[in-house]
């Protein structure tokens, strides 16, 4: 970094007092970014680490009638998809009502070990909270409803990932970089680099401001990153292993192996994330194992090659299904409204006693 570099560094600091600001709508030169994932598994821990890299608010094109909360919260940029945001978040291939199209660029996407993220996406559907937890535990006071749950979460994560990778990876409809919590946890400044690298369009960031930013960003640890009242089990892996009996662990196995070893959570060699023990590797399992990496080095060898031609990609729009199916509905908040009547009933007793 050159002393020029340093110079302005410290003059624009002004740039990082957590306002996160809009940008001026300007055309983004065919540099627009989409930010997908599975509900629950990150997105709003590495959204506010773009925020506080940048200093730019990042964008969302979930409508402001299921994200208030979060922009209740700080990330004001909820519903706003247009050119005054340059990163603009979504859960495509997912379907949410009344959510924008979405025209991009290049999209990443943020990954988490499903046995993580199936219990805290109960408790968003069951408080229509991203922080509150649930005054109970699904696995002992709801047996039936999270045997339901998680096998039919199975299903949709292993759908929407299909679909995903299909179109970015095998299809080349949209450069794809993909992020998985745990590193981001684990190995921060590492993982941002590479993300940044992506978003920038340049393929070494060594020495840079950019650099610099990361540097001071991780070095406030998690707290950089928080959008609502973190959980006790935020930054931990594998937390919520006990909640799954064995026939739903080895459901959940069965039907997401492909992605399991694709994202690295298989228990190959000595794989600090290989949270799913598989009794034999088939060759083709092992073939995939980790490939993320190689495929995310790809989509940014191809952002950065000269003469890149950047393509439209329309989330919310290319093949998408619905986050929850109308029989889905009839019984997703089923825990929530049995607890608060118990609770009402309870609460007269004591009354009246």
């Known amino acids: 970094m050159t002393s020029t570099d340093e110079t302005l560094y410290r003059e624009n600091q002004w740039i990082w007092d957590g306002e996160y600001r809009f940008l001026d709508g300007q055309s983004l030169s065919h540099n627009k970014v989409g930010f997908t994932s599975f509900p629950r598994s990150g997105n709003s821990f590495l959204r506010r680490y773009v925020e506080q890299l940048t200093g730019v608010t990042t964008g969302s094109a979930i409508s ?3 994200s208030t909360s979060l922009q209740i919260n700080g990330l004001k940029g909820e519903g706003v998809i247009n050119d005054t945001v340059w990163v603009a978040k979504s859960h495509h291939p997912f379907n949410i009502k009344r959510a924008d199209l979405l025209p991009v660029n ?7 070990n499903p046995l993580d ?8 559907c069951n408080t229509l909270s991203h922080g509150n937890k649930t005054e109970y535990e699904f696995d002992k006071d709801y047996p ?3 045997n339901w749950f998680v096998r039919r979460q199975a299903e949709q994560q292993r759908r929407f990932f299909d679909i995903l990778l299909r179109h970015c990876n095998e299809e080349n409809r949209c450069p794809l970089y993909i992020v998985r919590y ?4 684990s190995a921060p400044k590492e993982t941002l680099m590479g993300l940044m690298s992506f978003l920038l369009e340049v393929k070494d960031l060594k020495g840079t401001n950019i650099e610099r930013r990361i540097d001071e960003v991780c070095s406030k640890g998690k707290s950089a990153a928080t959008t609502y009242r973190l959980k006790d089990t935020t930054g931990q892996f594998d937390m919520h292993r006990a909640k799954y009996s064995p026939e739903l662990l080895q459901y959940v196995q069965e039907t997401l192996s492909n992605q399991l070893y694709y994202f690295g959570y298989a228990n190959v060699e000595d794989n600090a994330t290989g949270f799913f023990q598989f009794e034999e590797h088939a060759p083709a399992n ?23 031609q950047p393509q439209i990609y329309v989330h919310n729009k290319e093949e998408v299904f619905d986050i929850f199916s109308e ?3 009839t019984r997703l908040l089923d825990p929530a409204f049995d607890h608060a009547r118990k609770s009402i009933q309870k609460a007269r007793q004591g009354g009246q006693a």
């Not at 290049?106 to 988490?112: E, L, N, Q, S």
């Not at 993220?117 to 968003?124: I, N, R, W």
């Open 182 to 185: 745990e590193d981001l946890v």
């Open 144 to 146: 039936e409803y999270w």
């Open 117 to 124: 993220v199936f219990p805290s996406f109960a408790s968003l």
């Open 286 to 308: 092992l073939a995939k194992f980790n490939k993320f990496r190689s495929d995310s080095q790809a989509s940014l060898d191809k952002v950065t090659s000269q003469g890149h």
């Open 64 to 66: 402001l009638h299921t």
């Open 327 to 329: 029989d889905d509905l």
């Open 106 to 112: 290049k999209t990443f996407v943020c990954v988490r």
